[in-house]
């Protein structure tokens, strides 16, 4: 499975992304689809996930901000992040875990949020 991610870059305080990510390869038992971040010296910490069967689950600190949509056709997971600020700055990855448990990652975009 090969994870692609789009949308990163540098946007003022306030602003808006969105990142999209596309799953290819043996991707017939994709159960969720989600992203995780990580700020210079910090762990890397959930962001949204999205599961096949549609739950959704957010980080406390983007709820309200960040919305994830998830096109099962197109294996693509989307994450709109709205009213952004300095403490989202990082390398956004995308994630994947199939029905069996397994996971992979993407390569990471980064996202700048300058004020």
């Known amino acids: 499975v090969q994870l692609q991610a789009f949308g990163g870059g540098t946007v003022q305080t306030g602003g808006f992304l969105r990142l999209s990510c596309t799953a290819s390869?043996?991707?017939?038992?994709?159960?969720?689809l989600g992203w995780y971040r990580q700020a210079p010296g910090n762990q890397r910490e959930l962001v949204a996930v999205?599961?096949?069967?549609?739950?959704?689950r957010y980080a406390n600190s983007v709820k309200g901000r960040f919305t994830i949509s998830r096109d099962n056709n197109a294996n693509t997971v989307h994450l709109e992040m709205n009213s952004l600020m300095s403490e989202d700055t990082a390398v956004y990855y995308c994630?994947?875990?199939?029905?069996?448990?397994?996971?992979?990652w993407g390569q990471g975009t980064q996202v700048t949020v300058s004020s």
């Open positions: 994630h994947a875990v199939t029905r069996r448990a397994i996971e992979y």
């Open positions: 390869g043996k991707i017939w038992d994709m159960n969720v």
């Open positions: 999205h599961s096949r069967g549609g739950s959704t």
